[in-house]
């Protein structure tokens, strides 16, 4: 019972926690901070999860408890054997219970919470390399449907036979950042290409990078000295396209923390007709930008992995390999 105490001190503790975050998410004070709220409301999804788990886990003891006990004294073999057969069932689900619950208590990465900005570049092998990105785009908006995540197109570079030279996106939902930040790297495909006209399989290669994106209170922005252009979109969309100047360009002069250096931040977007919700966008960007450079520790480290996971863009750095003639994935970082 000494290791059910103690699992059960530290669950009491969390319920006691749970109890009070509750009561503060209504708090009008604290509702009007608003980066409190969010921390807070994020608090309160993880708890909910480990309080469901804490009363599961009592009945699960205390069923345990009154088996025992109908073993004991009970006369009658059947109500015996329904006892046995209930403190089996309890017994067995604890063990995994219990195992879930040290899951729950491991601290989490706070950025795990965070929507991403993904970017996909075709790296070694030409056109092929364009398609394989276009390919894998759709792949991940593909993963994103399944997991209920939205995701929305910042800027792209189409390649001259299709898919992409380079392609930047939003993917926003819950816990996006905890399961796409192992996504980062170099990828590599096998296959034999629709530009090829001998039937011959090539290598080719993309690039994949996960940021975690920024949300609007953890940077300051002086959108008073924010220096705004418009222009026409261009590309397909008939009229539209041709008269209203839909595209916007944005220009912001950012003082590095770190260096004391003046940089010009330029974005522009043209990912809607609306010049109001691409405006909203490029500020979103600008955010992510600057967040990325506040944070530079964090950033060195994404950077690092950059380098040894995604360097280039060569074959050989492969975080995984697409063989389609043999219909296989093999994830080179286990094999």
Sequence with gaps: MANNDSLLDKLDGLEARFQEVSLLITDPA???DM??????????????????????YMTLLSNISEAKELIATESDAEMRQMAREELDSAQQRIVSLEEEIKQMLIPADPLDEKDVIMEIRGG????????????????????????????????CSEGAAGGFKE???TVTGEKVYGTLKYESGVHRVQRVPVTETQGRIHTS???????????????????GEIKW????????????????????????????????????????????RDQ???KERALSRLRTMIYDREHQKYMDDIAARRKTMVSTGDRSAKIRTYN??????????FN
């Design 276 to 278: 109001p919700k691409n």
């Design 324 to 333: 389609f003639p043999h219909g296989l994935i093999t994830d080179n970082r």
């Design 229 to 272: 252009d418009t222009f026409r979109s261009g590309g397909a969309g008939g009229q539209n396209v041709n008269k209203v100047e839909s595209g916007v360009r944005l220009r912001y002069n950012w003082k590095n923390p770190n260096t004391g250096i003046v940089e010009e931040i330029l974005i522009e977007c043209t990912e809607t």
């Design 124 to 155: 070694t092998g030409g056109d092929e390399a364009a398609l394989f990105a276009g390919d894998l785009f759709r792949m991940y908006c593909k993963y994103c449907e399944t997991k209920g995540w939205k995701t929305a197109v910042s800027s």
């Design 167 to 169: 392609i930047i996106f």
């Design 30 to 32: 604290v509702i009007a």
């Design 35 to 56: 980066k409190r709220f969010v921390k807070l409301n994020r608090e309160y999804r993880d708890l909910e999860q480990i309080v469901a788990a804490r009363k599961e």
């Design 205 to 223: 290669a993309a690039t994949v990078a996960v940021l975690p994106e920024a949300d609007a209170f953890e940077v300051e922005i002086n959108e």
